[in-house]
């Protein structure tokens, strides 16, 4: 076969060089590489001093197998080293990468809860909004909206204290009844600081929902932003919402911490109505971690909590492990100060001088309690506002406890024993109402007196110790912070007279109660019904001591004058 390369023998040398390699493949898909080489001429001569070099650029006369670059062991030495070095780049690239934006992240987290506590509040905002909504009354429409509140609490001398931070060193319990102003006090004392410092919100019974309204209030997003969920990784989210609010208290601390060093303050966190929390296994652990975390940031001045409560039971568990707890009790207005406060605001705004009269006889209906004088405060007609609020107080507590009498089935039984229980508990206190040394306005300030009764007596005379909870949860009567009960209000007082007053009452609970015991009696007893007792027999019941100390044993025995004949006809019987 003539080699291709002769072909271009005129060429220079340049040319030669570059068609060896077309050469080369040829030969070698033919598979004649050997007879080829061997046939080969050199394309020209070299010049002299310099060394002759074959297709492969080798010299001529060196071995196939020798490498320029050393041995084979050498190059994979080097192969590896190479791939190991690209390998500690990238991955020191990667590392360093994400450590940081580790950092990052978390110094995001931390810059984000610290604008939670700068001036101004999404809880105020909402406020002052709520403030700007037009007026059912056209007498009303004008009112200007930067208005103050027309009633000024004695107590909120001491909340302005405590949410500007003046007062340190201990957490807060606000405990009253639903309606007495906690909530606008607070309200109040964090407009007068534009917020700054302060973060509030609703508790919630649900634990994910709790989680999620403190995540909004302090700016926390529980890791929901971590730069894995992008890749799809199990994230640190992927726990409890118990496990979410320590995490969050955590970080907490440290924005504490930092603000402590620059202003000097400690922060406050306000938990609104916590008595919705539920009083079972994870309200209690929920309670118990805020409870912790209170008492520790008291004692560090770092953080005041400060928990809202309509219930007493909040208390009665906080009061298990509190040492550094503070208890402020919110009550009624007295009888000067609602007065007061009602006749500034029918002269403001309904443009007529008040009868002193006629706000006597308000405050004598329903009382100081601030939900119930707004309602009044805004009506045309006052005393006809007044019988429709003691009307609904009086059909709230009848369509929960009201009592059927003896006619009633035994489905209903647990129903009306605790249906029963409150009627017994609030004749109980219409009862000491009347009784002579009871007075009906307090001597000091003129407000209202109404009636109470320690809770162990009010669990004796309802015979039941686990309702009394209920009933302050639903509003019908209330416990105060010293462990009395008494009527919610003075429209349920009043509604408390009313029923118990009715003719037949006192005979339709009795019968009630009666009804109750005679169920309860057909449950714990056991029948027993004996046969076969004839010609004389009788039942001999003996009655000793067992094997045991204080075992007792019955025997019972059947004894026969004539067996023969009982015998016999008990075969004709069978």
């Known amino acids: 076969m003539r080699p291709v390369w002769r072909r271009f023998n005129h060429l220079p040398r340049s040319h030669h060089i570059r068609a060896q390699p077309a050469c080369y493949w040829l030969h070698k898909r033919v598979g004649i590489q050997r007879r080829c080489s061997s046939t080969t001429e050199p394309a020209a001569k070299s010049t002299e001093g310099e060394p002759q070099k074959d297709q492969d650029g080798r010299e001529k006369g060196q071995s196939r197998s020798s490498n320029p670059n050393g041995p084979i062991y050498q190059q994979m030495l080097e192969a590896a080293a190479t791939a190991f070095a690209s390998i500690v780049v990238v991955g020191s690239g990667f590392a360093l ?32 909004l709520g403030k700007k909504l037009p007026d059912t009354i056209s007498n009303l429409q004008n009112i200007a909206t930067d208005e103050t509140h027309w009633v000024v609490r004695d107590e909120q001398a001491k909340i302005d204290a405590i949410v500007n931070g003046t007062e340190r060193g201990r957490y807060h319990l606000l405990i009253g009844e639903k309606g007495t102003g906690k909530s606008s006090m607070l309200l109040d004392a964090m407009h007068k600081i534009d917020g700054e410092g302060v973060s509030m919100f609703e508790a919630h019974a649900d634990l994910e929902i709790f989680r999620v309204r403190l995540g909004k209030a302090l700016n926390f997003e529980f890791h929901e932003d971590y730069i894995g969920s992008y890749f799809s990784e199990r994230g640190p989210r992927e726990s409890s919402a118990l496990l979410d609010i320590e995490r969050a208290f955590n970080k907490l601390e440290k924005v504490a911490i930092n603000r402590r060093k ?3 303050r400690p922060l406050i966190v306000i938990v609104n109505c916590i008595h919705l929390l539920r009083d079972d296994e994870d309200g209690r652990d929920l309670l118990e971690l805020l409870q912790q975390r209170a008492e520790q940031w008291a004692a560090s001045n770092l953080i005041t909590v400060i928990f809202n409560s309509d219930d007493y039971w909040v208390y009665e568990r906080l009061k298990q492990l509190a040492t550094r707890m503070e208890v402020t009790s919110i009550t009624d207005l007295p009888k000067a100060q609602a007065i007061a406060a009602l006749s500034k605001y029918r002269q403001r705004y309904f443009q007529e001088p008040p009868d002193s009269k006629v706000l006597a006889e308000v405050y004598d209906k329903v009382g100081g309690r601030l939900t119930f004088l707004n309602r ?33 089935d035994d489905d209903v039984m647990d129903q009306q024993k605790y249906a029963s229980a409150a009627m017994v508990m609030a004749q109980a206190l219409v009862q000491a109402e009347q009784h002579d040394e009871h007075d009906d306005y307090d001597p000091d300030d003129g407000s209202h007196n109404i009636p109470q009764i320690p809770l162990h007596k009010a669990r004796q005379i ?103 004949t009982f015998v016999a006809e008990a075969d004709e019987e069978d």
């Open 262 to 264: 620059k202003v000097g």
């Open 97 to 128: 990468g994400g450590y940081m934006y580790h950092r990052f992240y978390k110094w995001l987290v931390i810059h984000k809860m610290e604008k939670a506590f700068t001036p101004g509040d999404p809880v105020l905002e909402l406020a002052a």
């Open 376 to 408: 009044v405060a805004k009506s045309k007609n006052m005393i006809e506002m007044c019988d429709k609020i003691i009307d609904t107080e009086k059909r709230w507590f009848l369509n929960q406890c009201w009592v059927l009498g003896m006619e009633m």
């Open 462 to 564: 309802m015979t039941r110790a686990d309702f009394i909870r209920q009933y302050d949860h639903i509003n019908l009567f209330t416990i105060t912070s010293t462990a009395y009960v008494r009527a919610d209000s003075v429209p349920m007082q009043r509604a408390f007279r009313e029923v118990c007053g009715e003719e037949g009452f006192d005979e339709h609970l009795e019968a009630t109660l009666q009804r109750i015991s005679e169920i309860e009696s057909l449950g714990r007893t056991r029948e027993i019904v004996s046969k076969d007792l004839v010609l004389g027999g009788r039942y001999k019941f003996l009655h000793k001591d067992g094997e045991r100390r204080g075992e007792k044993i019955t025997e019972v025995t059947i004894e026969n004058a004539n067996p023969k």
